[in-house]
């Protein structure tokens, strides 16, 4: 059954209810530009009619027109994270990301819908209804929009992917706490950048999981998404896990190094002597086989310019998921438990009758009625794991998988971790420069009525009587490849790849050494570059 047009006329009159402030009286520029292609998508929730910035001379990033996900701040729109909890919300100052682009001159153009608090990776869990994936095959291209094949543009950034994909901004920044830039980039056939954790500040960053969050970037290009890290890719006062200039400079340094040993400048690179690693297991049961042919399209591109590829193992991968959603979700359980109604939050009134007396009967009423079902589910989950009977068995375990899985990537990488490793480490010459693995484990799933997900007609490895199916936990496996690098504090690059059997985009991703984000940026951009045919 065809997903219903989502109410795109109630987001943008939500958006008009914050256009009557003697501030931001001026008509907004782009709202003749994204009104009808955003009524198909889904992916704006609010249009900026700020006045654009004053634009250096000297920035790159003053051409280009960026949206920002609805778990940033703005000072200028509202922050509502997706949920009832935040509805109207309207933050009194930029976050550091949007006031560092304000100053190189870059257009904010408005909010991108979201999985709520970032929680999900299909973006079906927002009070915006779900996003829409804008890419269509080649096939459905003179069938009327409101009958094609509805499909998940991927969470929890899916607004900002879509947007980006729609061609409704140049470049638009998301969060990632475990794959969601990643999953919505090969979802959506465009380039999502997770840096690695600490580069980009997240002061101002409504927050979901404090040791995973990171801001990162999605765009049309790798070129585009590189212009906009350089812009914000700085150290922060304000943010007490934001790296300091010492080890930023340290890890730039030895990755600058290593790019200079390749003359990435050329077409045709020659990249003899760089070592691509291909973890053995990145290929789980659930992986859809015919992702495949787009990776090793890849592979044999790179190696055909003088890389050597690699399998390696990273032994811990298999046990990164639970512990993932173990790890975050107990950070969830303490970050919302300010949303009491009181304090902060949108407050539900108690029904006639009730005990007013009693704080917990307030607050359960404000939680239970503007908490949608997966925040609910996280926070009891994340409740649980921190309770004295469960602490040591779930979340010190988990801790000790994610250090295990920390343990693992730097086995195998040729460059030293600057922060873990001591000042003395020198590079591994047996090891590698860059992990290579698929973005996801399909192609976007489809959706039915009301942002349930659907079943693809072709074999995705969670078909209707498979475990995970019968079980509810299909969607939370989509994360299955995101997850490590996530955990580890990686950078990981999603590069569009080439197309799925079914016709939709399929993303590869590049994972490097903390730090060297600037070197896989490289590599991602050779990849961008690969054929789409043999």
């Known amino acids: 059954m065809p997903l219903r047009q989502p109410n795109a006329a109630k987001a943008f009159s939500r958006s008009r209810l914050f256009k009557t402030n003697a501030a931001l009286s001026t008509e907004s520029p782009w709202e003749h530009v994204f009104e009808g292609r955003n009524t198909s998508v889904n992916a704006l929730v609010s249009i900026s009619n700020r006045p654009a910035s004053e634009r250096p001379e000297s920035s790159r990033v003053g051409n280009l027109a960026i949206a920002v996900k609805d778990n940033i701040c703005t000072a200028s729109m509202p922050a509502t994270c997706s949920s009832n909890m935040l509805r109207g919300f309207v933050p009194p100052f930029d976050a550091t990301v949007v006031n560092l682009l304000r100053i190189a001159g870059a257009d904010i153009v408005g909010k991108t819908n979201c999985d709520e608090f970032g929680m999900g990776s299909l973006n079906v869990n927002s009070i915006h209804d779900p996003v829409i994936n804008p890419h269509q095959v080649a096939s459905a291209a003179a069938v009327p929009w409101a009958e094609r094949e509805r499909r998940s543009a991927g969470g929890s950034s899916g607004g900002s992917a879509a947007a980006v994909a729609a061609s409704m901004c140049d470049a638009a920044l998301g969060t990632d706490t475990g794959g969601s830039i990643r999953l919505p980039a090969s979802y959506c056939g465009v380039v999502g950048l997770k840096p690695s954790y600490g580069l980009i500040s997240r002061w ?153 007396s009693r704080p917990g009967a307030v607050y359960a009423r ?161 990849v961008e570059s690969t054929p789409p045919c043999a």
């Open 204 to 356: 101002g960053v409504i927050s979901y999981a404090d040791s995973l969050d990171c801001v990162g970037i999605l765009g049309k290009n790798v070129d585009t998404v590189k212009t906009v890290y350089d812009a914000v890719s700085i150290f922060d006062p304000k943010d007490p896990t934001s790296a300091t200039t010492e080890s930023r400079d340290k890890a730039s340094t030895a990755a600058r190094d290593r790019i200079q040993s390749f003359d990435f400048e050329e077409a045709e690179p020659n990249l003899s002597g760089l070592r691509i690693g291909i973890p053995q297991e990145y290929f789980p049961a659930e992986l859809d086989s015919t992702i495949l042919d787009s990776l090793r399209r890849v592979i044999k591109r790179l190696h055909s310019l003088g890389a050597s590829v690699v399998p390696v193992s990273l032994p811990s991968t298999p046990y990164a998921l639970s512990a993932y959603y173990v790890i975050a979700s107990a950070e969830a359980s303490s970050n919302l438990a300010r949303y009491d109604g009181i304090q902060f939050g949108s407050r539900t009134s108690l029904p006639p009758g009730a005990d007013k």
């Open 366 to 526: 404000t939680r239970s009625t503007n908490f949608g079902s997966e925040v609910q589910k996280r926070v009891l989950l994340g409740t649980y794991a921190l309770t004295a009977d469960a602490f040591d068995n779930y979340f010190l375990q988990a801790q000790r998988v994610r250090k295990l899985i920390r343990s693992d990537f730097n086995a195998v990488f040729r460059a030293p971790h600057v922060l873990s490793s001591p000042p003395t480490a020198t590079p591994r010459i047996s090891g590698v420069d860059v992990l290579l693995h698929p973005s996801a484990i399909r192609t976007a799933p489809p959706l039915l009525r009301g942002g349930d997900l659907g079943r693809a007609s072709h074999n995705d490895g969670l078909g209707e009587s498979s475990p995970a199916a019968a079980s509810g936990l299909d969607t939370y496996l989509q994360d299955i490849l995101t997850v490590p690098a996530s955990l580890a504090g990686l950078p990981a690059l999603s590069v569009p790849a080439g197309y799925g059997a079914d016709g939709w985009p399929v993303g590869v991703s590049v994972i490097g050494q903390w730090g060297c984000d600037d070197l896989v940026m490289r590599i991602g951009h050779v």
